[in-house]
């Protein structure tokens, strides 16, 4: 046998590849290849564990020789998964991934896309529902099912993308077979919800407004607003356009005709923040972290909820322009956020969500606490307004600032804006501050024009 | 020195010749008439003595001074104009249209002379029904009697009227040419343009024919409006009208 | 109509008027307490002093500001139908406005996003002067011309601008929007420092003002020297335009109908127009702004929209009543 000889410079070399390789079969960077999820029931329960969270079946689970079976329909609430009934042949159909699934009743086989498989149970109907084997179903979506013997418990754990129909605010139906690889955000606030969804290998292409996190000022342009570029969005080739209220419609519009997917939200308050941010989550794959992202801003709100409760509440006046006086009214989603870190928001009686109030009537209301949501204004100005002297909040020098884009953009930091704005009412009360986050910037830079403003 | 001489004057418009080589001497209560087909420049060159247009070349003189030297105010204590058509834009009493005659003598506010110097002429006249009626609402011959009234309110040697009585009916002609004839007689100054030779040759001592801008001839009345002269200045044949008179009444 | 009643129940109506908005807002005032804060400035209500009467003053002199400026235009244009932004004043205005909001400017110093619209009003003048000069006569087509070629230019920058620009749309459209809601003291010291000299000027030329009515030939020949008369109409009309839109934004309609009001019932005699036009335009827009702040109190209705309103039934008014030439 001829002895390998291998020369001294080459060795490292080798080393280095060994160690690569052993850094590739242990560390799995996640890839998006689906839902991660993991099921835990134990029999004879009601309840079981999905995802770190107890929750029980409407339905009792039976067991049919040996093997159990659950009501379709609950099967279906747990993993997400469409359903549809077939009357005429009596058969269940739902998608894993882009594969159609096609169970009929009192049948051993099912169809998978065009490949027949067979099932071990055949699904049945009791008392209304249709019941399908755990095993059969865990088989079916490709997930691993393991069966403990002692504890007399099921596992089943993979990853899996459940095929959603979504539905926009401008009537748009879209149904994902998989998760959209090339993402075009069209407002910054959807751009804050993607990359905090962590999708920000997926964005390739953002609006020019769009600056926040930092990755996002790197990412290619569309265009404006109010006036995105159609050719640069067809050039990019995405497979999902995330739009607002705010795109012009005749460009949505056209997307859709040039076959591009397009979903456009109008969320008018945190519910339904909430709920685009779960749909985004379900639509590109990262639900775990859009349900996380959700439980920790609801947290957080009701933290500070709490708190403000605790303490006195205040006269605010949010003043969202001078030129004339603009507030906020009771319709808008500023108000609750305002009502909710201990404010009152005294432009809640005029009518319209944007009233313009006269200099009167902010005088006669006196509010305690002024804040500034647009740039460019100088505290020092305010103070010395004629004739707003004797309000409290000029008195007591109590007038600030806030970044407008923590207030203004509905995504995921709209709650550290509900934070600025508790801190801001109740500023006096030091023990009460929460942290004040520090990427929320109190510089602007505009045009050729440079200020800070603080307060 | 000549009262008034026009000396030289040269005017075009938009790259067309209007007036040539123009040169008039006129005389203090003289009444001239310029006389000519139309477009051969009369009203141009009647704007031109007013100041309201400026000659490309040539100057005016008034008692030997340069007429453009004159401030606006000085011209018009000196001359007055009957225009051809009187447009109004706004609604006015024919009182402060009369009125509008002092407006070189007013600094500012008009004063009680001022009113009282119009009613005077009013009186004389015997418009006083007319003077608050709305301006706008006269008729054609109203309206140019009481612009030449106005002459008199302006208070001015020269009178310049671009044919006064073209759309007037008779009773107007009438008058008006009566009123002419005791300016006349005041001493004042005419400068006219007629088309009718019966008005020429009631109020005019001298007429100007111009023909395509330059001046054919000028002479007085009795004289120089001969057949000959009017076949020449019009290119039409009126030698053969036997009583070419006859025609113009 | 009686001309002397006229006037009395004009005279009438703006006290009482004024009463009105002196004593409605936030905070209510009788009467008495209005005209004992009249007797004595100084003694009376922080509010009333600061805020509330120098908006109710203001109010009136813009009405009575653009019914000049709109009575000059009237005189200037020779036609009834003219009014102070005729020639592109407003697209100047706003187009400097907008620029200013683009830059980054609008609040460098107090005011400046409004005197920026000052700024834009007295540039967009001065350039149409510019233009009719270089074309030779100052005549109404020719600044009627100007005017639109300019107005054309201004709005597309302004909309490039605008969409160019981060909230420049919004801010521009709320400046325009913006009436009599930020005013205070401060503002009102540059509108009576340009509204009297202007307001002064204009009444010494009342005589020039009426000859030249005749129309321009009759206007020369009793002595108006119209070069002159028109660059000084052209410049009073842009001060009190520009200082109003400086105060309160773009106020449509006002300039256009108090003087045709006036007109059709004192006829020619400026003095008399310049001196009621004060009278008619400050208590339509001293009634107009009462409005705008009482319909839905406490949200203000800017009062370029109430002048909208009773511009209409007066364009109808104008289209149905029987013309006079």
Not at chain 1, 86 to 98: D, H, M
Not at chain 1, 276 to 284: A, D, E, Q
Not at chain 3, 112 to 119: D, Q, T, V
Not at chain 3, 196 to 211: E, G, K, R
Request: charged share 25%.
């Amino acid at each position: 046998m001829k002895k390998l000889l291998i020369s001294s410079s080459k060795k490292p070399l080798i080393l280095l590849f060994i160690l690569l390789l052993s850094f590739t079969i242990f560390i799995n960077p996640k890839t998006s290849n689906g839902w991660g999820v993991n099921f835990v029931y134990n029999l004879g329960e009601k309840g079981y564990v999905f995802n770190g969270v107890k929750n029980s079946f409407s339905n009792e689970p039976i067991v049919l020789n040996g093997r159990l079976t659950i009501p379709l329909r609950d099967l279906a609430r747990v993993f997400e998964i469409e359903i549809s009934w077939n009357e005429n042949e009596k058969s269940v159909e739902f998608f894993v991934g882009k594969e159609k699934v096609k169970l009929f009743i009192g049948k051993d086989f099912y169809y998978y896309g065009n490949e027949k498989k067979s099932l071990l149970i055949k699904p049945f109907i009791y008392k209304n529902l249709t019941y399908l084997g755990l095993r059969d179903f865990s088989d079916i979506l490709n997930l691993k099912l393991e069966w403990n013997n002692i504890k007399k418990s099921i596992y089943i754990s993979g990853n899996f993308y459940p095929v959603v129909k979504i539905k926009d605010d401008l009537g748009n139906e879209i149904t994902f077979y998989e998760p959209p690889k090339r993402i075009v955000s069209l407002a910054p606030s959807n751009t804050e919800i993607l990359f905090a969804l962590g999708l920000n290998k997926e964005i390739i292409g953002v609006t020019e407004f769009c600056d926040y996190p930092d990755d996002a000022k790197n990412k290619e342009k569309i265009g404006g607003f109010s006036n995105p570029n159609l050719e640069k969005i067809y050039s990019l080739k995405p497979d999902f356009v995330f739009g607002v209220r705010g795109n012009p419609k005749e460009t949505l519009i056209n997307l859709t005709k040039l076959k591009i997917d397009v979903l456009a939200y109008d969320p008018k308050n945190l519910d339904d923040l909430f709920n685009l941010i779960i749909t985004v989550g379900k639509i590109t794959d990262k639900r775990e972290e859009a349900y996380n992202l959700v439980s920790k801003m609801k947290e957080k709100r009701d933290s500070i909820v709490e708190k403000a409760e605790k303490l006195k509440k205040k006269k605010v006046y949010l003043e969202i322009w001078n030129n004339p006086y603009m507030s906020v009214g009771e319709n808008t989603y500023l108000n609750k956020l305002i009502e909710d870190a201990g404010g009152i928001n005294i432009a809640k009686k005029a009518k319209g969500d944007w009233p313009i109030l006269s200099q009167e009537f902010i005088i006669t209301e006196n509010p305690e606490v002024i804040i500034i949501a647009y740039m460019g204004q100088n505290i020092e100005e305010v103070l010395k307004r004629p004739g707003w002297e004797n309000i409290d909040a000029v008195k007591n020098k109590r007038i600030y600032y806030i970044n407008p884009d923590l207030i203004y953009r509905l995504g995921p930091r709209i709650i550290d804006g509900m934070e600025e704005l508790f801190n801001l009412i109740h500023k006096e009360n030091l023990k009460e501050i929460l942290k004040v986050k520090k990427n929320s910037s109190l510089f602007y830079k505009k045009g050729f024009v440079s200020f800070s403003y603080y307060e | 020195m000549d009262y008034l001489e026009i000396k030289d004057i040269y005017f075009s418009y938009q790259s067309r010749e209007v007036l040539k080589n123009i040169n008039i001497s006129i005389n203090k209560g003289e009444s001239i008439t310029i006389f000519g087909p139309n477009g051969s420049g009369k009203t141009t060159l009647l704007k031109i003595i007013l100041g309201i247009l400026k000659p490309d070349e040539g100057k005016i003189f008034f008692k030997g001074k340069d007429i453009l030297k004159f401030s606006e105010r000085e011209r018009a204590k000196i001359f007055s104009y009957v225009p051809q058509k009187v447009y109004t834009f706004f609604p006015m009493s024919t009182f402060d249209y009369l009125i509008l005659g002092r407006t070189p003598y007013i600094n500012g506010f008009i004063k009680k002379e001022d009113k009282e110097i119009v009613l005077n002429w009013i009186e004389k006249f015997n418009l006083d029904y007319i003077k608050d009626l709305n301006f706008q609402f006269l008729s054609e011959g109203e309206k140019q009697l009481i612009t030449l009234i106005r002459t008199f309110i302006q208070g001015s040697e020269v009178i310049i009227l671009d044919e006064p009585l073209t759309h007037l009916d008779l009773k107007y002609r009438f008058k008006i040419l009566n009123i002419l004839k005791k300016i006349k007689e005041m001493g004042k100054t005419i400068i006219s343009v007629f088309h009718d030779l019966e008005s020429i040759k009631n109020i005019s001592d001298r007429v100007v024919l111009i023909k395509n801008g330059k001046i054919l001839e000028i002479g007085e009345v009795d004289k120089i409006l001969t057949k000959e002269n009017l076949t020449i200045l019009f290119d039409e044949d009126f030698i053969k009208f036997t009583k070419a008179e006859s025609l113009f009444l | 109509m009686n001309k002397k009643i006229f006037v009395l129940i004009l005279i009438f109506l703006t006290i009482i008027i004024f009463l009105l908005s002196m004593s409605f807002g936030s905070k209510s005032y009788s009467f008495l307490e209005i005209i004992k804060f009249l007797l004595n400035p100084k003694e009376g209500d922080e509010l009333l002093l600061k805020i509330r009467f120098p908006r109710v003053l203001s109010s009136f002199l813009v009405g009575a500001s653009l019914s000049i400026a709109g009575l000059l235009s009237q005189t200037l244009f020779l036609n009834p139908l003219a009014d102070p932004f005729l020639f592109g004043i407003s697209s100047g205005a706003n187009f400097f406005v907008t620029l200013s909001l683009f830059l980054g400017l609008d609040m460098i110093f107090k005011f400046s996003l409004s005197f920026f619209s000052f700024l834009g009003a007295l540039f967009t003048t001065f350039i149409i002067l510019l233009i009719s000069r270089m074309k030779g006569k100052i005549t109404p087509l020719n600044l009627l011309l100007a005017g639109i070629a300019l107005s054309y230019l201004f709005s597309s920058i302004s909309s490039f601008l605008t969409i160019w620009g981060r909230d420049v749309l919004n801010k521009s459209v709320f400046w325009t929007l913006t009436g009599f809601s930020t005013v205070n003291i401060d503002k009102i010291y540059i509108l009576i420092l340009i509204l009297i000299p202007a307001t002064i000027f204009s009444i010494l030329l009342n005589v020039q003002l009426d000859a030249y009515s005749l129309g321009e030939d009759e206007a020369v020949s009793v002595g108006v020297n119209i070069k002159f008369l028109k660059s000084i109409l052209l410049f009073l009309i842009a001060l009190l335009t520009g200082v109003s839109v400086y105060v309160s934004g773009i106020i449509g309609f006002i300039g256009l109908m108090v003087p045709n009001i006036l007109r059709s019932l004192f006829g020619l005699n400026h003095l008399k127009l310049i001196s009621l036009s004060i009278l008619l335009g400050g208590l339509l827009l001293m009634s107009s702004d009462l409005i705008g702040r009482f319909i839905l109190f406490p949200t203000e209705i800017p009062v370029s929209i109430i002048t909208s309103f009773l511009g209409a039934p007066f364009f109808f008014y104008l289209l149905f009543k029987k013309r006079s030439y």
